[in-house]
């Protein structure tokens, strides 16, 4: 069985909703998850803000105009009387739920169970549709499967456990439709999976079922090579190896999320993205056989800051990096690249917020520079250490872009560099003419 998941725009109005149901009625027996409409995440946000705002009015303001959206979704979607009525009372229970929450004092529990309603409104209205299209369809609620434990991590035992049970309790369905994003906590609370947790569900019930395939459908024209939007000529990559994919998903993060990768990876299910507005494309395989010894794809990163740290106390000492990683670690303080010289050591992070208290302590240790307005480009492919060539290509491609730094060797799967942003375009079309057009410009 294949587990299917469509993200907020697939589902984003009645007609993209309908345009799903035709896309996953194809005979074949699925589990599909899905995200909330767009924007509705954020909307149950901003309605919680009001509320940590104490500003009940201002909360039920947003509802109200929320609900209206529902409504008029509703009577645009169903076909018959009967279902819409029937969605139409499930949904204005859902939203006196929300409104039960605006008479007292407002918790972070609260806001978790508000946050829920958009999953839960979405797999609704989708199944209600596929009942009335007379498809035997079967709601799989994540909140009775789906578990994180105290760090927020997924307890995958249990959820294969819970979701083996009720799939062999619940009638037996064609498609099972389930929410993405939501779960329950170990106090039995309703939960999430983090903002964009969507993809994590579809593979954790993947990994769950032992499915065929995960299939992440967005409406993004597939995966390229490049960024199109920066540089012309992109191609669409085939296939991809889980590392690379790892690798690219911190970067273009936007067709997969990087927790996505891990259980599928660790399950050996391959994933595969695909886009809803061309469904016979073959979009990206992702999966732990595609290891074709080359270079993949090329992506960026932008607002990078780096730090340099010089210190002679470096040579030949030792707990020097350990004293520095510390600092940043008791910043909560992701570093990204690291390069090293027998003096110095310069790193990149994305996240600026205690930058200026991470040089004051730095300073302790050496002389310290901050470049900013930097942006890291990275090369993907399977570029195995013993093989040769692969560095010189990517090398020459960035022959005449200033280089701030070069990481090789973390992983067989990335060379990064680090340059200034306004180099950026540059740098992505001259990787894309030497890498993937070799020939056409000499
Ligand atoms: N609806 C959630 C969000 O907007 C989860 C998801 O879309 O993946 O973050
Ligand atoms: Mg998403």
Request: with cysteine; aromatic share 8%.
């Given at each position: 069985?294949?587990?299917?998941?469509?993200?907020?725009?697939?589902?984003?109005?009645?007609?993209r909703i309908k345009d799903v149901a035709d896309l996953i009625c194809d005979g074949n027996p699925k589990i599909v998850v899905l995200s909330a409409m767009a924007?509705?995440?954020?909307?149950?946000?901003?309605?919680?803000?009001?509320?940590?705002?104490?500003?009940?009015?201002?909360?039920?303001?947003?509802?109200?105009?929320?609900e209206q959206q529902y409504i008029a979704h509703v009577n645009e979607l169903y076909a018959t009387e009967h279902y819409r009525e029937q969605t139409m009372k499930?949904?204005?229970?859902?939203?006196d739920y929300i409104r039960s929450f605006t008479k007292d004092i407002f918790t972070p529990h609260e806001e978790k169970a508000i946050v829920a309603q958009g999953?839960?409104?979405?797999?609704?209205?989708?199944?209600?549709?596929?009942?009335?299209?007379?498809?035997?369809?079967?709601?799989?609620?994540?909140?009775?499967?789906?578990?994180?434990?105290?760090?927020?991590?997924?307890?995958?035992?249990?959820?294969?456990?819970?979701?083996?049970?009720?799939?062999?309790?619940?009638?037996?369905?064609?498609?099972?439709?389930?929410?993405?994003?939501?779960?329950?906590?170990?106090?039995?609370?309703?939960?999430?999976?983090?903002?964009?947790?969507?993809?994590?569900?579809?593979?954790?019930?993947?990994?769950?079922?032992?499915?065929?395939?995960?299939?992440?459908?967005?409406?993004?024209?597939?995966?390229?090579?490049?960024?199109?939007?920066?540089?012309?000529?992109?191609?669409?990559?085939?296939?991809?190896?889980?590392?690379?994919?790892?690798?690219?998903?911190?970067?273009?993060?936007?067709?997969?999320?990087?927790?996505?990768?891990?259980?599928?990876?660790?399950?050996?299910?391959?994933?595969?993205?695909?886009?809803?507005?061309?469904?016979?494309?073959?979009?990206?395989?992702?999966?732990?056989?595609?290891?074709?010894?080359?270079?993949?794809?090329?992506?960026?990163?932008?607002?990078?800051?780096?730090?340099?740290?010089?210190?002679?106390?470096?040579?030949?000492?030792?707990?020097?990096?350990?004293?520095?990683?510390?600092?940043?670690?008791?910043?909560?303080?992701?570093?990204?690249?690291?390069?090293?010289?027998?003096?110095?050591?310069?790193?990149?992070?994305?996240?600026?917020?205690?930058?200026?208290?991470?040089?004051?302590?730095?300073?302790?240790?050496?002389?310290?520079?901050?470049?900013?307005?930097?942006?890291?480009?990275?090369?993907?492919?399977?570029?195995?250490?013993?093989?040769?060539?692969?560095?010189?290509?990517?090398?020459?491609?960035?022959?005449?872009?200033?280089?701030?730094?070069?990481?090789?060797?973390?992983?067989?799967?990335?060379?990064?560099?680090?340059?200034?942003?306004?180099?950026?375009?540059?740098?992505?079309?001259?990787?894309?003419?030497?890498?993937?057009?070799?020939?056409?410009?000499?």
């Amino acid at each position: 069985m294949n587990v299917l998941k469509f993200g907020g725009t697939s589902v984003g109005s009645p007609q993209r909703i309908k345009d799903v149901a035709d896309l996953i009625c194809d005979g074949n027996p699925k589990i599909v998850v899905l995200s909330a409409m767009a924007k509705t995440t954020n909307t149950l946000l901003e309605i919680a803000d009001y509320l940590y705002k104490k500003n009940p009015e201002g909360a039920n303001d947003v509802i109200n105009r929320l609900e209206q959206q529902y409504i008029a979704h509703v009577n645009e979607l169903y076909a018959t009387e009967h279902y819409r009525e029937q969605t139409m009372k499930a949904i204005r229970e859902q939203f006196d739920y929300i409104r039960s929450f605006t008479k007292d004092i407002f918790t972070p529990h609260e806001e978790k169970a508000i946050v829920a309603q958009g999953e839960l409104l979405s797999t609704r209205m989708m199944l209600n549709l596929l009942l009335e299209r007379g498809i035997n369809a079967v709601m799989l609620p994540a909140l009775d499967y789906m578990r994180i434990d105290e760090n927020g991590e997924p307890e995958t035992g249990i959820i294969k456990e819970n979701i083996a049970k009720l799939l062999s309790t619940l009638p037996k369905g064609d498609i099972y439709i389930t929410q993405g994003f939501i779960c329950r906590n170990p106090y039995g609370e309703v939960d999430n999976l983090k903002r964009g947790g969507s993809d994590y569900s579809a593979s954790l019930v993947g990994a769950a079922i032992n499915a065929d395939e995960i299939q992440i459908w967005t409406d993004i024209d597939g995966m390229h090579n490049n960024d199109p939007r920066v540089v012309d000529a992109t191609s669409p990559v085939r296939y991809l190896h889980f590392e690379e994919a790892a690798e690219l998903a911190y970067f273009g993060a936007k067709i997969l999320h990087p927790t996505c990768i891990q259980p599928a990876k660790f399950a050996n299910i391959p994933v595969r993205l695909l886009n809803t507005m061309e469904p016979e494309a073959p979009g990206t395989l992702i999966s732990n056989e595609c290891d074709a010894v080359e270079i993949k794809a090329v992506a960026a990163k932008d607002n990078i800051t780096a730090i340099r740290i010089k210190s002679s106390r470096m040579l030949l000492a030792h707990g020097f990096l350990r004293k520095v990683f510390e600092i940043f670690e008791s910043y909560a303080t992701p570093i990204d690249m690291i390069c090293t010289s027998e003096v110095g050591v310069s790193l990149s992070i994305d996240d600026t917020t205690h930058l200026r208290n991470i040089v004051d302590e730095l300073k302790k240790y050496g002389t310290v520079s901050v470049d900013r307005d930097m942006c890291i480009v990275c090369v993907v492919g399977n570029m195995e250490w013993t093989n040769t060539g692969f560095e010189a290509k990517a090398l020459d491609a960035m022959r005449d872009i200033p280089t701030r730094m070069i990481s090789y060797g973390g992983s067989d799967y990335n060379i990064s560099f680090l340059i200034r942003a306004e180099d950026k375009k540059r740098a992505l079309q001259s990787l894309s003419d030497h890498l993937f057009n070799v020939g056409s410009n000499d």
